[in-house]
């Protein structure tokens, strides 16, 4: 009975931390070679090695041109980038100031200063006298503005937000020196199709119906030289006889005349539109707007006003009058808040009014465990902290 003996392994072709298994992993930055997760850890540990390679280790010549050599020096780079744009996301995220120098960094394209065109668009801004809240950087509203300085006509040209009697919202540009109804008008006629318009001038404009002799006369061709040969050789035509009716002459129908032109629709039986502002920045459920005159320009009716990013303006054929239901006017805002705020103000005087210090207590009567204010009405107070659970500002 013969028995065989397996060759134990060398210890060098063991893990060089259990020594038991064979490895299966290299340590990038030391090549040293482990079997197991734990046992790379553990290596860390022992040797105080981060395992991240070193770009600066020496390499051969005949390994740089090659995949592996391209690959080590692409990923250092790319490291490089990710480790840039993680520190500039930190410092953002801690609030941190960045300088934006174009000289420091030349690769990302960073200009200092204002760009191209904002000069312009504040100085009008300045001029005209609104007041513009800006939206932070990457918000949709602050994408959608469009507004700029209209190097035609020297005027600013606004973003505005139109909103429609059924709510629809939709966004043109209109000049600061544009009445808002003709600005309006320019908006509806910018979306209609070009075949649209076309046919419209062409009923405005119609062409002259031909004249009925020149009609006549292209209809009946002219006789040629073959025809009037076979007239002459046909006989000669024959007499009624006496006693036949005369015929009558044949009836022909009238040409048809071209139709007059349509009239264009007086501008009085169109419904006429009033135009409100909205107001941003309000506790209420309902918008609160702002009535603007029709026949004023841009300009005039945003001054000392108060717009978040460009105007939203809606168009409703309702006067201030009779504006309905989900819409509040400024007047009616601003009046119902200074009430609320009257109320809140006597309360605090009653809270904070003359109290008994009879009871030895600076803030009012001892009654076993509860202290209660003298002169405070409660169902008042009531009232007030129920108004203010049902939302600030609304109305009854």
């Given at each position: 009975m013969t028995t065989t003996t397996t060759a134990e392994p060398l210890l060098s072709e063991l893990c060089r931390i259990c020594h038991t298994n064979p490895p299966k992993y290299r340590c990038p930055r030391c090549s040293t070679q482990t079997c197991s997760l734990p046992c790379t850890k553990r290596h860390k540990l022992w040797a105080q090695c981060s395992g991240v390679r070193d770009p600066a280790a020496y390499i051969k010549r005949n390994d740089l041109a090659t995949p592996a050599g391209i690959d080590r020096d692409?990923?250092?780079?790319?490291?490089?980038?990710?480790?840039?744009?993680?520190?500039?996301?930190?410092?953002?995220?801690?609030?941190?100031?960045?300088?934006?120098?174009?000289?420091?960094?030349?690769?990302?394209?960073?200009?200092?200063?204002?760009?191209?065109?904002?000069?312009?668009?504040?100085?009008?801004?300045?001029?005209?006298?609104?007041?513009?809240?800006?939206?932070?950087?990457?918000?949709?509203?602050?994408?959608?503005?469009?507004?700029?300085?209209?190097?035609?006509?020297?005027?600013?040209?606004?973003?505005?937000?139109?909103?429609?009697?059924?709510?629809?919202?939709?966004?043109?540009?209109?000049?600061?020196?544009?009445?808002?109804?003709?600005?309006y008008a320019r908006f509806i006629a910018d979306k209609q199709p070009s075949t649209k318009k076309r046919k419209l001038d062409g009923e405005q404009n119609p062409t002259p119906p031909p004249s009925t002799t020149t009609t006549i006369a292209t209809a009946q061709p002219?006789?040629?030289?073959?025809?009037?040969?076979?007239?002459?050789?046909?006989?000669?035509?024959?007499?009624?006889?006496?006693?036949?009716?005369?015929?009558?002459?044949?009836?022909?129908?009238?040409?048809?005349?071209?139709?007059?032109?349509?009239?264009?629709?007086?501008?009085?039986?169109?419904?006429?539109?009033?135009?409100?502002?909205?107001?941003p920045h309000t506790p209420t459920p309902d918008p609160v707007v702002i009535p603007l005159p029709s026949h004023s320009p841009l300009s005039t009716s945003l001054h000392n006003r108060i717009i978040l990013e460009f105007p939203t303006i809606y168009t409703l054929p309702y006067p201030p009058s009779s504006l309905p239901d989900g819409y509040i006017l400024e007047d009616e805002f601003l009046g119902q808040a200074s009430r609320e705020e009257k109320e809140v103000e006597e309360l605090l005087a009653l809270v904070k009014g003359p109290v008994d210090l009879g009871a030895g207590m600076g803030y009012g009567e001892a009654e076993g465990d509860n202290v209660r204010a003298v002169g405070l009405d409660d169902r008042k107070l009531l009232d007030v902290l129920k108004r203010d659970l049902e939302g600030v500002g609304r109305f009854v």
């Open positions: 692409y990923n250092f780079l790319t490291s490089i980038e990710r480790k840039i744009d993680g520190a500039e996301r930190d410092a953002v995220g801690r609030g941190v100031q960045l300088a934006d120098d174009a000289n420091a960094n030349p690769h990302r394209g960073h200009r200092s200063g204002p760009q191209k065109g904002e000069v312009n668009v504040q100085k009008g801004i300045e001029r005209t006298g609104v007041i513009v809240d800006r939206a932070p950087k990457g918000m949709g509203r602050s994408k959608d503005n469009r507004t700029h300085w209209h190097k035609k006509h020297k005027c600013l040209s606004w973003t505005v937000e139109w909103v429609h009697e059924d709510g629809k919202k939709e966004l043109g540009s209109c000049l600061e020196t544009l009445p808002l109804v003709e600005a002219q006789p040629s030289a073959r025809s009037t040969d076979e007239q002459q050789q046909q006989p000669p035509p024959q007499p009624p006889p006496p006693n036949s009716e005369p015929t009558s002459p044949p009836q022909t129908s009238p040409l048809p005349t071209a139709p007059p032109p349509t009239q264009p629709i007086p501008a009085s039986t169109t419904p006429a539109l009033n135009f409100y502002l909205h107001r």
